[in-house]
């Protein structure tokens, strides 16, 4: 017989919390992004118009991560019983195009400046307006793949490590305008830009191939792996065995799947009695789970996987 799932562990903040934390994104990417197109339309420089333009792609990625937190969010229904925890993996395979569509856009515009040189205007005002950016993506990143990470939330992680990459973009802009007007090195600005460009391809290429690991059923860590295991031997007393342990991750949930073997003669309260025990550890142990367990007679046994007695 199938033991179905019941639900999935309680997480340790609301889906609804999660979904206003992405809607603040949105805000401080268009305040970021104003403060870094002030920078560049006081200093014309190429670099500046680099950073600016990967704002741009913040600003799209933040309404797109809460877009999907929001999809994601939605009970499971007639046509996806499963539930929408993918929507956070397709939304960060469309993060990722858009990050290397950016950065095709700013090769362009820094081969032209590396044409043309020009001099850096009113340098002090932008270096300062587009550090005061840099500091409060600094702050944001860190909450959001904080959060992230410990919600199990692609789409916030991902949004967060954007956010992170526009920080080192920045960084490597303003250092290098710095030795532009130091050293009077024009040439230096399109070659921050051309730097820029190619750690964006790089965090884009990273960020679809997590993202697409999601949307193939990848399995569980090792550790975690392992951890199941350990909760299912400790829980699983009365049956015999535990084998076929199959898992899959999708967004904030994890499913685990296996066979539970038990005494051919036991009877059905007490053999779902065992599976009740198993899902709850479970629950409590791992986050998101969502546990289905099929019991089988003793003449099924493999012996092998986990061994109870």
């Known amino acids: 017989m199938y033991y179905a799932p019941r639900g999935v562990k309680r997480l340790r903040v609301k889906p609804e919390k999660l979904f206003r934390l ?14 870094k197109a002030a920078a560049w339309w006081l200093t014309g420089s190429v670099a500046l118009y680099s950073d600016a333009l990967e704002s741009v792609i913040n600003v799209v990625t933040a309404i797109t991560s809460a877009v999907a ?11 996806h019983p ?25 090769a ?3 081969y032209y400046g590396f044409l043309d040189p ?8 932008g270096l300062f307006i587009s550090g005061l950016a840099t500091l ?9 793949i904080r959060v992230g990470r410990r919600e199990r939330s692609l789409a916030l992680e991902s949004d967060g490590k954007h956010v992170f990459t526009d920080v ?21 600005d399109p070659i921050m830009a051309a730097l820029v460009a190619v750690n964006i391809i790089w965090m884009g290429v990273l960020l679809v191939r997590e993202s697409l690991g999601g949307l193939m059923d990848e399995a569980v860590t090792p550790d975690e792996l392992d951890r199941i295991k350990a909760v299912i031997a400790r829980e699983a007393h009365g049956a015999i065995e535990a084998h076929d342990i199959r898992t899959r991750q999708a967004g904030r949930a994890t499913f685990v799947e296996f066979h539970l073997v038990v005494a051919g003669t036991m009877s059905v309260s007490d053999a779902h009695d065992i599976c009740d025990r198993i899902e709850r550890a479970l629950q409590q142990d791992v986050e998101g789970a969502s546990v289905t367990i099929h019991v089988e007679p003793d003449n099924k046994a493999k012996h092998q996987g986990i061994v109870v007695v």
């Open 136 to 144: 409060i993506n600094v702050f944001w990143a860190f909450v959001l």
């Open 69 to 79: 937190l929001w999809f994601s969010q939605q009970p499971p229904d007639k046509n």
């Open 118 to 125: 020009r001099p850096i205007d009113a340098p002090v005002e």
């Open 108 to 110: 362009r515009y820094a």
């Open 22 to 35: 992405a809607l603040i994104s949105i805000l401080v990417s268009l305040l970021v992004l104003g403060l």
């Open 168 to 188: 080192i973009t920045s960084v490597g802009v303003l250092l290098g305008l710095v030795g532009a007007v130091v050293f009077d090195l024009p040439i230096l």
């Open 82 to 106: 499963f539930g929408h925890y993918k929507a956070e993996y397709l939304s960060a395979v469309l993060v990722g195009i858009l990050i290397t569509i950016a950065a095709v856009s700013i």
